[in-house]
């Protein structure tokens, strides 16, 4: 989409999103999957900055 807007094929990035996107379906999250997703994030965030040093020493 970005070449083509710059490109000059249209005018906006805005414009060509209205052109090529095609939305055929959507689908809802589940709550209860949600939920659990959600905090298992949640642990993540709050363990992150205790380990993601460790994360350099495993490359």
Known sequence: MLAAVACGEYASVEEAAEKI?????TIEP???LA???EER?????????AV????????
């Open 21 to 25: 996107v095609k939305i055929k379906d």
């Open 52 to 59: 993601k040093d460790l994360y350099d020493k495993l490359k």
């Open 30 to 32: 589940e709550p209860e």
């Open 35 to 37: 939920a659990k997703y």
């Open 41 to 49: 994030y949640q642990r993540f965030v709050n363990i992150y900055p």
